[in-house]
């Protein structure tokens, strides 16, 4: 039984193990533990991470980001006449300080979720807080997925199918808007971009865009989970599409990092623009993978957090799909 819940925990991979999970969370060094004597029997707590704390930036009345350490997901809080809902929920344990923090902004316990995406650093905690009745809201593609389990094999991680309180109730296939603490927001599918399953949610009245990751703004090689629909063309058009809804006083809230600005976004794309055209002449010239890398073609035009996803392991989730896109 133990055995289907974590399909596999290997000390000789711990380290590549820590590394997968870094690559979602995070760009620097953070303490995380996977070993069969610190989970228990529930698919996500096979991730303890020991520094959940979390740090509060406001961007207006009600309208709160909670920033863990070391950069691991943004969770966006709204608290108002319709109660408290948040914007992802990063990892199964880190529910307990988030009700922690959401208590000391005067929230409540919160009754309604979006999953940006299915990753398990952005949606781990809708089992608890689904087990205590909140509503959970998400892309079509979230739901399957989440309700599946998923492996990413580059990194060895495997996420097994969630219980049933922790699946989104509410899915939709490319927009939805909801209406709740005195704000219009628009839920927009991104296809194919960071994951098949990305969602960006505009509160339009608060000017705030959270992005999920399509936009990982932590100076790390962006993570795209190419197993799962990601592409760097999609990433890219997905940016363009936000920087085109975003205007010079929206705050976007990314995935991971602080809170940043049109201006940063569209900087931020212009390099990988300039990287993925690079990707497109060595694709048009036949070049393999290997050839590729070789040539650093990502370096050469910005430098990367490299700590844990370098250049070469990048290249490898993004180029073969761009030779397959031609
Ligand atoms: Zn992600």
Redesign the pocket.
């Given at each position: 039984m133990e055995n289907n819940i974590v399909k596999i925990v290997i000390a000789q991979k711990l380290k590549l193990f820590i590394s997968a999970l870094l690559i979602?969370n995070t760009s620097q060094a953070m303490t995380q533990e996977h070993t069969p004597a610190n989970r228990d029997d529930t698919p996500n707590s096979a991730v303890v991470v020991r520094d959940l704390s979390l740090q509060t930036e406001t961007i207006s009345e009600g309208l709160h980001v909670l920033i863990g350490k070391r950069a691991i997901g943004n969770v966006l809080v709204s608290i108002g006449e319709d109660g408290t809902f948040l914007i992802d929920d990063q990892f199964e344990a880190s529910a307990p300080e988030i009700q922690r923090a959401i208590e000391e902004l005067g929230g409540n316990t919160p009754t309604f979720i979006i999953n940006s995406?299915y990753?398990h650093?952005?949606a781990g905690g809708n089992q608890p807080f689904g087990d205590i009745g909140a509503i959970i809201a998400a892309h079509d593609n979230a739901r399957k997925l989440l309700e599946r389990g998923t492996e990413i094999e580059l990194l060895n991680l495997v996420v097994p199918p969630a219980p049933k309180s922790a699946l989104p109730v509410i899915t939709f296939a490319k927009e939805m808007k909801l209406h709740l603490n005195g704000n219009q927001l628009q839920l927009t599918h991104m296809p194919d971009a960071?994951?098949e399953s990305d969602i960006i949610i505009h509160l339009i009245e608060s000017n705030v865009i959270h992005v999920?990751?399509i936009w990982n703004y932590t100076g790390n090689y962006p993570?795209i989970?190419s197993g799962h629909g990601g592409s760097l063309a999609g990433m890219i058009e997905g940016q363009r599409a936000i920087a085109d809804i975003a205007d010079f006083n929206t705050v976007i809230v990314p995935?991971h990092g602080s809170l940043a600005n049109k201006v940063e976004l569209v900087s931020y794309t212009a390099i990988l623009s300039e990287i993925y055209e690079n990707l497109i002449e060595h694709a048009i010239q036949g070049d393999d993978l290997e050839a590729v890398i070789a040539a650093k073609p990502a370096s050469k035009v910005h430098e990367f957090t490299t700590g844990i996803i370098n250049e070469a392991m990048w290249l490898s989730v993004v180029y073969p799909k761009i030779l397959e896109s031609l």
């Open positions: 979602l995406h990753h650093d952005h960071h994951t999920g990751d993570f989970d995935g």
